[in-house]
């Protein structure tokens, strides 16, 4: 039988953004057998994927040699799937490739140097791409304006929404509770996530709280930190570090709006995820978010502290006018990312190209 290799040692890391696009996409496929071709998964933990999926799928034991050209993977297989775009492991041989974009936001981060060796890393696996999708229009589109792309076969298959089921129990709370009513927000404590300007954000608007939740363990975290410190709002801003699943989704079921002023998003899971609890998005007017959060979202065009707490304010009474509406659609947008109809696309490229 034909096989599919994935490589998806991102899995080892499941908090992650990459580890969770990994493992929703593999739970999504387990669900659809496939007659004419079988998938293996790369994988540190193999045991815990057995188990959880069975004979869904076969299994290869990750090894973190296999990063390295001489000891690359010398077993032929039908197609090879880069899960990300900056997976190092590579097949020994000449394989047929589909490549996975997330984005191509390392083309202006860190230093000139590290910017051009990911710029080189990135074309080689260009060139040996015989498909590629991207997890968003604009993350197509900015592949494009920076890249030399192929005439390959190109797709646009967005994530999933990774919270379908709402289950905290009634008496359930997290350590830490704001006492007024309170913003959220979640993801990597970095420049790009832009969280400092939420904390400035919030001197113009008293009567919120803002619980900020992620990794807060970087320098970006202790400048932000500093910050609250400097304005005195040390009881008002709340950083929660990393959370379970079932305090995120407190958060977002309690909270009185999600905010997002996000730099660069190649897709952006987790205003998804606010908006399957029907709750106000707020998102920068930029990269793939308008085109996640769609026509009733609302949007910052820039960051003065001052004009986003205006456009919070306004954005929420027109929230609050129409709330029974605003809700509904917030859920149904939700709904509409699909991890089975994600799954459903990438096995039909698979098959296309098979």
């Not at 007659?35 to 959880?52: G, Q, R």
């Not at 230093?111 to 060796?117: H, M």
């Not at 005195?232 to 999600?258: P, R």
Request: with cysteine.
């Amino acid at each position: 039988m034909k096989q599919v290799f994935l490589e998806s040692h991102n899995l080892k890391n499941r908090f992650s953004g990459f580890g969770q696009f990994n493992y929703h996409l593999i739970k999504a496929m387990a669900q659809f057998r496939q007659d004419t071709f079988e998938i293996v998964l790369n994988a540190k933990n193999t045991a815990a994927l057995k188990e959880e999926f069975g004979d869904a799928f076969k299994y290869r034991k990750y090894s973190s040699l296999t990063r390295h050209k001489p000891f690359r993977i010398k077993k032929k297989y039908n197609l090879w799937h880069c899960l990300n775009q900056n997976i190092k492991i590579e097949p020994f041989f000449k394989t047929p490739c589909l490549l996975t974009v997330h984005d191509v936001h390392f083309v202006t981060e860190n230093s000139v140097e590290i910017q051009e060796k990911l710029k080189k890393q990135f074309r080689q696996k260009l060139e040996k791409s015989s498909a590629i999708t991207y997890i968003s229009e604009f993350a197509k589109q900015d592949t494009h304006a920076h890249f030399n792309v192929p005439n390959v076969p190109e797709y646009v298959i967005y994530n999933g929404n990774t919270i379908t089921d709402i289950s905290i129990p009634k008496d359930f709370k997290p350590s830490i509770l704001p006492p007024k009513p309170y913003l959220f927000s979640i993801g990597e404590f970095s420049d790009r996530k832009n969280f400092i300007t939420l904390v400035e954000m919030l001197r113009f608007l008293p009567n919120y709280n803002l619980v900020l939740a992620g990794n807060n363990n970087s320098a970006y975290a202790q400048k932000l930190t500093a910050l609250v410190a400097q304005h005195k709002l040390e009881n008002s801003v709340f950083q929660t570090g990393k959370i379970t699943d079932l305090e995120k989704q407190y958060y977002l079921k309690n909270c009185e709006a999600f905010v997002f002023p996000s730099q660069r998003e190649g897709f952006g899971i987790p205003p998804i995820e606010a908006m399957r609890f029907g709750k106000p998005v707020f998102l920068s007017n930029n990269t793939s978010l308008p085109e996640i959060g769609g026509e009733h979202s609302f949007y910052w065009s820039h960051y003065d502290a001052e004009y986003m707490a205006n456009k919070f304010t306004s954005g929420m009474d027109k929230y609050n006018a129409n709330k029974a509406f605003y809700e509904n659609w917030y859920t149904q947008r939700a709904k509409s990312f699909n991890w089975e109809n994600t799954a459903k696309q990438y096995l039909d490229v698979y098959k296309s190209l098979i």
